[in-house]
């Protein structure tokens, strides 16, 4: 078999090198970065360690859990997911459907009865059966829970009302308990877990970090600091910034299915090209703080689905870890969806999600900020439009018919972890020998 090249050493591209040395295949793998990891990697700023956000492993998986507790050892850690959402100046346990107790009597009354309403009245189809994300969350939730949280809270994630958005990516994302749960749930406090990421593990020491370089420690075939510029189809050729021109047979790639038509050296068919233009994603900008206190509080992530407050979510880095912070100080990472075309204002977007983070009482004072560091992830969400299936599809197919496979969260053109990312890398390379 001839050389397989792969483009990005993310959690996908980093198992496909793995698997491929596993098999014994000729492969090498190029990244931009001066470090592996992608999206998955970690950064050191004054003694705080930052993530690109909330990288968290929820493996599933007998074969993956295996292979990172045997890369990390006593280095994982495995937590009892402990996160909540903050609106009308409270906060209620995740996820709000099944967590109404401690909200104002007026909201948890209206949740009820709509739910009660579309429980009765609506039958209890599949997924696929809704036109929208937010038909399928007026007939399974109700217009109460819809109004309060998911219409809100979605709207702010996706950067698009949940109308715009097909139900193709809920698979288990969206929890939806039982009559019997709601109702339990808005009287008292439950103690039953809910959803696919109830638990979760995460790397003692290093951040996510620790997980990229325990895959690179194990296949020799890396090369850092070359960033792709061209894909000569004809020739299979790839060529880097660098100048190296890179032969291939098979090629494995991890950039986003958005920008690989643009990297395509070769009359490419019109329809592909338009297809590719026509896939929607969100950007995020992640602003990562330290701060003076120790343990400044017991949630390892909150949802804010409120408009009042800027960031859809905010996360604590040194909940996962202490090693994510100095001793007596604390770590957030507060996220804030937005789109390329919007005309934005990060700096007074940073100083009101500050402001925000003061109001939520996750800090005490602004000047108990030691440290700031913002992240601006141009890709960050695909977004589900009514189109999506159909211009992925036609962009995916014809990389396949060029013998180019795009894996990975932004490769595959998806809404997935990290497991799934791993997944699809060992799967490539089993497809591959297959052939």
């Known amino acids: 078999m001839g050389k397989i090249v ?23 793998i190029y ?8 999206l998955c990697r970690s950064i050191d ?6 993530d690109f956000s909330g ?28 996160s909540f959402i903050y609106s009308h100046g409270v906060f209620t346990p995740y996820p709000f459907q099944a967590n109404l107790y401690g909200l104002p009597p007026k909201v ?29 969350i007026i007939a399974k939730l109700g ?43 808005s009287f008292s406090a439950q103690e039953k877990e809910f959803g696919y990421n109830a638990f979760f593990y995460y790397p003692q020491m290093n951040g996510i970090q620790a997980l990229s370089d325990a895959f690179a420690e194990r296949m020799p075939n890396i090369k850092l600091n070359e960033r792709l510029i061209w894909i000569h189809l004809g020739d299979k050729i790839v060529e880097f910034e660098s100048g190296l021109k890179v032969e291939y047979e098979k090629l494995i790639s991890t950039i986003s299915l958005k920008k690989i038509v643009k990297k395509l050296k070769r009359r490419v068919p ?12 969100t950007s995020l900008l992640i602003l990562n703080l330290g701060v003076k206190g120790k343990a400044l509080t017991d949630k390892h992530w909150v949802y804010v689905p409120e408009k009042k407050y800027i960031a859809y979510r905010v996360g604590c880095y040194s909940k996962f870890s202490k090693s994510m912070a100095p001793a007596g100080a604390t770590s957030y990472y507060v996220e804030i969806s937005y789109q390329r075309d919007w005309s934005i204002q990060k700096e007074e977007m ?10 939520m009482r996750l800090i005490c004072r602004e000047k108990d900020i030691v440290v700031k560091n913002v992240q601006d992830v141009e890709c960050a969400y695909v977004i589900f439009d009514k189109n999506y299936s159909e211009n992925r599809r036609i962009v995916l197919n014809y990389l396949r018919e060029n013998d180019i496979f795009s894996i990975g969260r932004y490769g595959n053109w998806e809404y997935s972890g990290i497991e799934e990312a791993m997944a699809q890398g060992k799967k490539v390379i089993e497809n591959i020998i297959c052939q």
């Open 143 to 185: 217009k109460g829970i819809g109004k309060h949280f998911m219409l809100p809270y979605n709207t702010k994630v996706w950067t698009v009302s949940p109308k715009e958005l097909t139900c193709e990516w809920l698979s288990e994302f969206v929890p939806r308990p039982s009559l019997e749960e709601v109702f339990n749930g």
């Open 45 to 50: 700023k004054d003694g705080f360690l930052f």
């Open 55 to 82: 990288h968290l492993l929820y493996l599933k998986n007998p074969y993956f859990i295996n292979l990172v507790k045997d890369f990390l050892g006593r280095n994982l850690t495995r937590h009892r997911r402990n």
């Open 108 to 136: 948890i009354k209206e949740c009820l009865l709509e739910f009660v309403k579309s429980y009765y009245k609506n039958e209890d189809l599949p997924s696929s059966s809704y036109k929208s994300f937010y038909d399928w």
């Open 31 to 38: 990244e931009q970065e001066s470090q592996v990891g992608g």
């Open 350 to 359: 940073i100083n009101r999600a500050i402001q925000d983070m003061h109001q």
């Open 270 to 281: 019109s329809t592909v090209i338009q297809a590719a233009e026509n896939l929607k994603h």
């Open 6 to 28: 792969v483009i990005g050493a993310g959690p996908s591209g980093l198992s496909a090198g793995y698997h491929a040395n596993l098999h014994h295949l000729d492969y090498m």
